[in-house]
């Protein structure tokens, strides 16, 4: 698939609804931050310095083994996509918000399935990432380091004995490592038992946010999870670390789900009907609508209380329903109001 | 007055936000409000992280260099403790090693530790390797003499020694 195909579609492998622990667990990210070492980082270089270095890691994919996987690696400039070409990839989670600014000098690689991809110029020279459905934490940081290791074969990496590998921002020294997983928490959100799970993560050494990063509110009772020490600890304890506390919170969660359907049944059927009812009928919808009725409606997929839909057309429907796929269809700058008449439309069309 | 954003509609909605002293405001329209609220835009004033930063930096300066601020630079590329202090973002590899004690402590506050425990690149020296290594099985040799495990510590022993002759060795 194209950089072109891959913003026509709203659809990437991550949304699948598959992989171990998918009831709650949507999505399983890793993210490695690597500087080259003959270059100042990246909001210190000029245009053609920034040039270079993309050019560096360019040479880096194309000496990549004939049989490395994931196959052959393209680099794709952010100034040759549309401005909502462009946040539709930050709506599908493949690059970051970072990426949109001072585009001129930052371009991104992604393998066919969407499964891997490297933002250049970002913060850092290289972000590789790697996000899978389900549980998979460990497959994915396996990814991102066998990536890693091929690109370090051509590249000379900023590294240093004492710090690892250096990072623009000091809070990335060290593995340069963060991981984080999508986990959907309903149950823990109605019986309020988040507000005592939420603070004991933080002691953890874990930092809890919303759907799309960094200074977001938790819509659609969806929160992420990351590690927020990069040093000190090595790869794997930081993979570890975060796999058994999601464990922990996945427990949590599904004894939630069946004491609630247990006691509340009849209650509990009808907020998600009434909810599923409304997706399906509505004419106008916000987002912030959508994606609190789609919560209920993932959550009766999971209870098996709906069975014609699929989960994978759930995780579609929160990045088509979003801006910047719904002007695309349109073709134009929607008002709001046209927008949440467009959203109400292609979701009625879906269900 | 007039939307900021859209400039349309009668500005009705007031946002103040003010970080390390620096006001911004923006006058929007009910609507525009509404918009930004709903893509996650958040009404409260947001706490930039990359200031924050350097805002801790900054008064680590003031009570480090007050007399030489501005003279400490990196001198690969140039970039000042103040612009660090200002942006939270280092300029090069270098800054690491030439912003010395102030950045060492600021790492040790961040991540409770100065120390890179992880992977280290396939092409940096063998040596870096074997004396991360034997670190690591030092710290399971206490594990295991803790435990009471003493033929796995005898083990463990025997392979910090046989690294260390290597180390020895290749010299």
Same mark, same amino acid.
């Given at each position: &698939?194209?950089?072109?195909?891959? %913003? /026509?579609?709203?659809?990437?492998?991550?949304?699948?609804? #598959?992989g171990?622990?998918?009831? %709650?667990?949507?999505?399983?990210?890793?993210?490695?931050?690597?500087?080259?070492s003959?270059f100042?980082?990246?909001?210190?270089?000029?245009?053609?310095?920034?040039?270079?270095?993309?050019?560096?890691?360019?040479?880096?994919?194309?000496?990549?083994?004939?049989?490395?996987?994931?196959?052959?690696?393209?680099?794709?400039? =952010?100034?040759?996509?549309?401005?909502?070409?462009?946040?539709?990839? %930050?709506?599908? +989670?493949?690059?970051?918000?970072?990426?949109?600014?001072? +585009?001129?000098?930052?371009?991104v690689v992604?393998?066919?399935?969407?499964?891997?991809?490297? &933002?250049?110029?970002?913060?850092?020279?290289?972000?590789?990432?790697?996000?899978?459905?389900?549980?998979?934490?460990?497959?994915?940081?396996?990814q991102?380091?066998?990536?890693?290791? *091929?690109?370090?074969?051509?590249?000379?990496?900023?590294?240093?004995?004492?710090?690892?590998?250096? #990072?623009?921002?000091?809070?990335?020294?060290?593995?340069?490592?963060?991981?984080?997983? =999508?986990?959907?928490?309903?149950?823990?959100?109605?019986?309020?038992?988040?507000?005592?799970?939420?603070?004991?993560i933080?002691?953890?050494?874990?930092?809890?946010?919303?759907?799309?990063?960094?200074?977001?509110?938790?819509?659609?009772?969806?929160?992420?999870?990351?590690?927020?020490? #990069?040093?000190?600890?090595?790869?794997? *304890?930081?993979?570890q /670390?975060?796999?058994?506390?999601?464990?922990?919170?996945?427990?949590?969660?599904? #004894?939630?789900? *069946?004491?609630?359907?247990?006691?509340?049944?009849?209650?509990?059927?009808?907020?998600?009907?009434r909810?599923?009812?409304?997706?399906?009928?509505?004419?106008?919808?916000?987002?912030? *609508?959508?994606?609190?009725?789609?919560?209920?409606?993932?959550l009766g997929?999971d209870?098996?209380?709906?069975?014609?839909?699929?989960?994978?057309?759930?995780?579609?429907?929160?990045?088509?329903?979003?801006?910047?796929?719904?002007?695309?269809?349109?073709?134009?700058?929607?008002? %709001?109001?046209?927008?949440?008449?467009?959203?109400?439309n292609?979701?009625?069309?879906k269900? | 007055?007039?939307?900021?954003?859209?400039?349309?509609?009668e500005?009705?909605?007031?946002?103040?936000?003010?970080?390390?002293?620096?006001?911004?405001?923006?006058?929007?329209?009910?609507?525009?409000?509404?918009?930004?609220?709903?893509?996650?835009?958040?009404?409260?004033?947001?706490? !930039?992280?990359h200031?924050?930063?350097?805002?801790?930096?900054?008064? !680590?300066?003031?009570?480090?260099?007050?007399?030489?601020?501005?003279?400490n630079?990196?001198?690969?590329?140039?970039?000042? @403790?103040?612009?660090?202090?200002?942006?939270?973002?280092?300029?090069?590899?270098?800054?690491? @090693?030439?912003?010395?004690?102030?950045?060492?402590s600021?790492v040790?506050?961040?991540?409770?530790? !100065?120390?890179?425990?992880?992977?280290?690149?396939?092409?940096?020296?063998?040596?870096?390797?074997?004396?991360?290594?034997i @670190?690591?099985?030092?710290?399971?040799?206490?594990?295991?003499?803790?435990?009471?495990?003493?033929?796995?510590?005898?083990?463990?022993?025997?392979?910090?020694?046989?690294?260390?002759?290597?180390? @020895?060795?290749?010299?």
């Amino acid at each position: &698939m194209s950089l072109k195909d891959s %913003v /026509n579609n709203a659809y990437s492998s991550w949304m699948t609804g #598959t992989g171990p622990d998918n009831d %709650v667990v949507i999505s399983s990210r890793v993210r490695a931050a690597r500087n080259l070492s003959h270059f100042a980082f990246p909001h210190m270089l000029d245009d053609d310095k920034a040039q270079e270095v993309i050019h560096a890691v360019s040479l880096a994919l194309e000496n990549r083994g004939a049989d490395c996987k994931p196959g052959k690696l393209e680099i794709n400039n =952010m100034i040759e996509l549309s401005p909502e070409d462009r946040q539709i990839l %930050v709506d599908k +989670h493949l690059i970051s918000n970072d990426l949109l600014k001072d +585009h001129g000098r930052k371009a991104v690689v992604l393998s066919e399935d969407e499964a891997i991809s490297i &933002m250049l110029n970002e913060e850092d020279h290289l972000r590789i990432q790697c996000i899978l459905p389900g549980m998979q934490l460990e497959s994915s940081w396996l990814q991102v380091n066998n990536i890693d290791d *091929e690109l370090e074969k051509t590249l000379d990496y900023a590294f240093s004995e004492k710090f690892g590998y250096l #990072t623009a921002c000091p809070t990335n020294v060290g593995t340069g490592l963060r991981c984080s997983v =999508m986990v959907h928490l309903p149950a823990l959100v109605f019986t309020e038992q988040i507000k005592k799970v939420l603070p004991s993560i933080s002691k953890l050494g874990l930092t809890v946010r919303g759907l799309y990063g960094e200074g977001t509110e938790p819509v659609g009772n969806l929160f992420q999870i990351s590690n927020q020490v #990069t040093l000190g600890h090595s790869e794997e *304890e930081i993979v570890q /670390n975060l796999v058994s506390v999601t464990k922990q919170l996945l427990d949590q969660e599904r #004894t939630a789900r *069946e004491a609630l359907y247990d006691d509340r049944k009849e209650y509990m059927e009808d907020k998600i009907g009434r909810s599923y009812g409304i997706l399906k009928n509505s004419r106008i919808i916000s987002f912030n *609508e959508v994606m609190s009725r789609l919560s209920d409606l993932r959550l009766g997929i999971d209870l098996k209380i709906i069975k014609d839909v699929s989960p994978q057309l759930v995780n579609e429907l929160i990045v088509l329903t979003r801006q910047a796929f719904l002007n695309k269809e349109a073709g134009k700058e929607l008002s %709001v109001f046209e927008r949440d008449v467009k959203r109400a439309n292609i979701i009625r069309e879906k269900l | 007055m007039l939307c900021e954003r859209c400039q349309k509609k009668e500005a009705t909605v007031f946002y103040t936000e003010i970080i390390n002293g620096q006001k911004k405001q923006l006058n929007l329209c009910e609507e525009c409000a509404k918009e930004l609220h709903s893509q996650g835009f958040d009404f409260m004033p947001q706490l !930039n992280f990359h200031n924050f930063l350097g805002s801790i930096l900054g008064h !680590n300066i003031s009570n480090f260099t007050k007399t030489s601020l501005g003279a400490n630079k990196c001198e690969v590329c140039g970039l000042s @403790e103040e612009e660090f202090a200002q942006k939270g973002l280092l300029g090069c590899g270098n800054c690491y @090693e030439n912003f010395g004690n102030t950045l060492d402590s600021l790492v040790r506050s961040i991540h409770g530790t !100065n120390i890179h425990n992880g992977k280290v690149p396939e092409k940096t020296s063998d040596r870096v390797k074997y004396k991360k290594e034997i @670190e690591s099985l030092r710290s399971q040799l206490k594990q295991a003499v803790a435990k009471e495990q003493y033929e796995n510590a005898a083990k463990i022993r025997d392979s910090i020694k046989e690294i260390e002759k290597r180390l @020895e060795q290749e010299g």
